[in-house]
T-cell receptor
């Protein structure tokens, strides 16, 4: 089945530690996105990539980093510089043009130990 | 600033009853509006999309409306089922500027037996 997979489902971070969230898709979509979801708030864009080897900052990129070395993969690193990392992180991808929807993974919940 | 406001924030209804969720937006220039359903601990899934020229669109028991003049949309759920318990997110896409999305904070619906 084609889809987008995030791992792990739950992740815990210690103080001063960097952690990496995985996002893999086999839909052959060019564009990929990372969002942060906090209770009662709309999704906020962290980083996005329209094509391999290229990515752009979103609205809340500080404390995060990404890479896009392969079309299928768009990992997100939450660095120690992100002082409030506890949230639900969603990865999405989108293909084609026009009114195609973004397809979301099932998220990673990150908590601080 | 582009904004999407949803109401109510949360709603409890009895199984079999109907309900209507509201979405007001200030996104300009408008491209389209999409409703997503997000089950707890999962990623959002697209329910329906509304473009500028569309007033009403149905997807099974879900009916979305759009008034582009007043910049309002609604999602009506008919004959609710327990499986309708979820968050419903209104998302508006602007024309140009990388086709970025503005997300509402969602309405959390609980359907009780």
């Amino acid at each position: 089945d084609g889809g987008i997979t995030q791992s792990p489902k739950y992740l815990f971070r210690k103080e001063g530690q960097n952690v990496t969230l995985s996002c893999e898709q086999n839909l052959n979509h060019d564009a990929m996105y990372w969002y942060r979801q906090d209770p009662g708030q709309g999704l906020r864009l962290i980083y996005y990539s329209q094509i391999v080897n290229d990515f752009q900052k979103g609205d809340i990129a500080e404390g995060y980093s990404v890479s896009r070395e392969k079309k299928e993969s768009f990992p997100l690193t939450v660095t120690s510089a992100q002082k409030n990392p506890t949230a639900f992180y969603l990865c999405a991808c989108r293909g084609g043009k026009g009114n195609q929807p973004q397809h979301f993974g099932d998220g990673t919940r990150l908590s601080i130990l | 600033k582009n904004q999407v406001e949803q109401s109510p924030q949360s709603l409890i209804i009895l199984e079999g009853k109907n309900c209507t969720l509201q979405c007001n937006y200030t996104v300009s220039p408008f491209s389209n509006l999409r409703w997503y359903k997000q089950d707890t601990g999962r990623g959002p899934v697209s329910l329906t999309i509304m473009t500028f020229s569309e007033n009403t669109k149905s997807n099974g028991r879900y009916t979305a409306t759009l008034d582009a003049d007043t910049k309002q949309s609604s999602l009506h759920i008919t004959a609710s089922q327990l499986s309708d318990s979820a968050s419903y997110i209104c998302v508006v896409r602007a024309k140009g500027a990388g086709n970025m999305l503005t997300f509402g904070g969602g309405t959390r619906l609980m359907v009780k037996p």
